[in-house]
Every structure is written in C-alpha cells, then in structure tokens.
C-alpha cells in the first residue's frame, strides 16, 4: 500500500543545512521559526490561538537515507531506528511539539524549532497536557544521554 500525502504548510526557519543545528526542539525553546500554513487550510486555524504547544508533523524531505539501525545524535552506540527520533527513517516522518508565539492571518510563529528550512508541515495538532503528557522513568538508552541535549548539536549522517 501507498500513502500519498500533501502539505499543509511548510516551516521557515533559519537552518538551511542540517550540521550544527538543534535535534530536538526541548534544546533549543529559544529557537524561533515560522509556519506558512496554505491558504487553502486557513480556515483550519480557527482557535489555534489559544493554544501555547502545537505538535507538528512534519516530513523531513531532506533526509536522503533510510535506516533501520542507526546511531543517533546523542549516542555512539547503534539502535533500531524506531528507539530514536532519527529523521533517517521509513517515512521521513518528524514529530516537533513547539511553542506558539503568535498568529497572523495563516502565518504561525513559534518557538523551539529543530527543523530545516521549507521542511513541509503534515499536520498541526493542539498539544493538549492530559492527553499528550506522561510522568515515566522508562526512557531506554536515551535515559544516560538526556543530560547532553543543550549542547548537542546535528551533523550530516543521515543527510
Ligand atoms: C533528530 S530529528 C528530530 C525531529 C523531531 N523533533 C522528531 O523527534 O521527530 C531533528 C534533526 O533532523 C534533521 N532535520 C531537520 N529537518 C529536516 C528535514 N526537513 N529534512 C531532513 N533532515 C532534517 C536535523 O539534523 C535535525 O537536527
């Protein structure tokens, strides 16, 4: 089966290669971008305004290889690509939750950005915390690496 998608938007932002950039958008919340959303969905930004976290979908169209075991950014080590947030992965598919700063008419700008330039946007969804957040302790092999998120930054293996 083949799934064909189509954007709803796509991010600005002021990445335009992958080496040095954030990997994720919790180590870098200062980080600004934009979402220009398409006219023709602009009707389904009604309300977004009184939502502080957007979780957007997005297909990371530049990642050019498609790995099932992968070391990742905060790691030496090999894993399955589906226990790491690699963009090296069947679909491309990104999951970046943000921080909405404002709305003007069908542009988004936000905070928190670990996505390139003209990276095309799937869906937004409302970050809703009683039904997105979760208190655990289980956090597999990311659980000895968390501490370095500030200061780690992207290279181009999977470019
Ligand atoms: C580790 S992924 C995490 C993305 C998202 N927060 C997630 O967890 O799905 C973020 C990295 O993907 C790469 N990247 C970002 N936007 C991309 C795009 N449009 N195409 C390919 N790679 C991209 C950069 O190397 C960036 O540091």
Redesign the pocket.
């Known amino acids: 089966m083949t799934i064909s998608l189509r954007p709803i938007g796509i991010v600005h932002s002021r ?1 335009t290669e ?1 080496a040095g ?5 919790a180590g870098a919340p200062d980080e600004p971008g934009r979402i220009e959303v398409l006219p023709e969905f602009a009707a389904g930004l009604k309300d977004i305004e009184g939502f502080e976290y957007l979780i957007l979908l ?6 050019s290889k498609e790995l099932l075991e992968v070391v ?2 905060l790691d030496t080590e090999t894993h399955g690509v589906f226990a790491t ?3 090296a992965r069947p679909n ?5 939750i943000v921080r909405l700063v404002s709305v003007e008419g069908c542009t988004l700008h936000f905070t928190g950005n ?3 330039d ?3 946007v799937l869906d937004i969804k409302p970050y809703v915390p009683r039904f997105d957040a979760r208190g655990t302790d289980r956090v597999g092999w990311f659980a000895a690496r968390l501490d370095q998120l500030p200061k780690v ?4 293996r ?2």
Not at 153 to 156: A, H, L, M, V
Request: neutral net charge.
């Open positions: 990445f992958v950039m954030p990997i994720q958008t997005t297909h990371m169209h530049r990642a990742p950014f947030r690699a963009p491309r598919i990104g999951l970046s670990d996505m390139l003209e990276t095309p930054r992207s290279d181009d999977m470019a």
